[in-house]
């Protein structure tokens, strides 16, 4: 059974009014978008930030961690903070940040203000979240469902457009053009999203949960930072030891006060729902895999051919590579959204995991060329276009209105832990192919990655059978709120118990 869009729930008499009802779907897939490629802005650039801000490339890399660092911490909290009444102002708030950032790392001032400004633009990254949001409560029930698949997508397809579109400002404008770029977007979402996104649905305030923010922030600081570092420090150095030591104490701890707690950042209790789990375990098996392959690949292609495997192609080159990737999920994500009843969670979740396993599979058998690298991509778009398009439908299903951003933006969470430590694994297991002595890896030591990936998506695969055996069905309240509101009317106030999930 697919899981259903609960109509919008709100103490509204009457639903907020859409100014702009056909262009609210483009603004809000625009924003996902815009957090896609400022987020990717700092992988293909590493290499001249050193040369240009003359630092190590190891401290380079910190212009890309940073901003995963700070969209981790920022994510959960500006989503609990987007289901109260000011949503459009943690938007707007967070687009702003996105501004603000993007002209500091583009003013050629030193590597410390490049750091600053990729900080801010990391606050970008909890806007998909929020835009779900949105398109739950202002769309009716069949686009909602087709919006949330699309937005889903955003943060994994973007990547196919910022790489190239980085690469092309990097090799013919200079560094800093990509990030005047990411300036003049991020100037044009913020003027749009002031004229086209709602305001919620009033519901009463949010109390926020600074001790479950700070505990939750440190946690996961401690968690990506530990994943960032794990290479240049080495793996089984007593620091590293240490702070993933700390990574896991501080998370637990986290856990614990939010099932103590009676207004919790993320309301933990939600991950009971067989829905709600299915969704987060595969985003995140699935995530590791994913980035494992991007990973993989955009360095594969730019090793020199005198390694005796590789191409030696250039930025613009490995960009275009990931455009196939980018355009197959989306398609793939539109196209699922539009089967409805019939892109149940029992067939769409094991037959996206199969797709992305193929991938890896033409990656282990047939890498030799550039053409079977893009179709490779293009198996790998479809696989995390069925299965991205189906994890937000079942935790929308699973969760109360008044808590969809808090839970997709643990859902995007999630999401950046399987990303950083597919990119962690790549590093991990391409070092161990390296000779001493040596600065590029053996061609074995991909084929040792891509099985690791393999395994990655098999588990995942198993996951998702063995969960939605039997088939997934709403929460019981959400059943209810929905049969209990005729077709365009408004909900009445959730109860206490819905709102808090239980």
Known sequence: MQPSIPAPTTTDPVAPVLRHPRALVPVL?????????????????IPTIAAEDHVAVSTA???????????????????????????????????????????LAALPLGFACLLVGRALQGVGMGLVPLAIATARDALPAARARSAVATLSLTTAAGIGLGYPITG?????????????????????ALTAAVLVVPRAPLRPGVRMDLPGALLLACGMAALLMALAEGERWGWGSLPLIALAAA????LAGWVGHSLR???????????????????????MVGGVGTYLLIALVTRYVQTPDSAGYGFGAS??????????????????????????????????????????????????????SLWGIGTMMALAGLGVGVTFAVTPGLIVAGVPAAETGSAMSFNQVVKYIGYSTGSALSAVVLQAATAPGASLPGNDGYRTAGLVGCAA???????????TRGGLRPRPSVVAAVRATPAGAVDPAPSPATRSGL
């Open 457 to 467: 998506f098999a588990v995942t695969g198993v996951l998702a059978v063995a969960l």
């Open 315 to 368: 930025i613009v080159v490995t960009g275009l590579l990931l455009v196939p990737f980018s355009a197959a999920s989306l398609v793939t994500g539109r196209l699922v959204g539009l089967l409805g009843g019939a892109a149940t969670p029992g067939r769409m979740l094991p037959l996206g995991c199969l797709l992305s396993l193929g991938s890896l599979v033409c990656f282990l058998l047939a890498r030799s």
């Open 61 to 103: 890399q910190w212009a890309l961690t940073v901003t995963m660092l700070v969209g981790a911490v920022a994510t959960p909290v500006m989503g609990r903070l987007g289901d109260g009444p000011h949503r459009k102002r943690v938007i707007l708030g967070g687009l702003t940040f996105v501004l603000v950032g993007s002209l």
């Open 168 to 188: 092309m400002f990097a090799e013919y404008l200079g560094m800093y053009a990509g990030f005047w770029f990411a300036a003049a977007t991020a100037a044009a």
């Open 29 to 45: 897939v625009s924003l996902g978008m815009l957090v896609a490629v400022v987020s990717s802005l700092g992988a293909p650039l």
């Open 247 to 250: 990574a896991v104490l501080l």
């Open 261 to 283: 707690s009676s207004h919790p950042l993320v309301q933990v209790r939600q991950v009971k729902d067989r829905g709600v789990l299915v969704a987060n375990l595969t985003t």
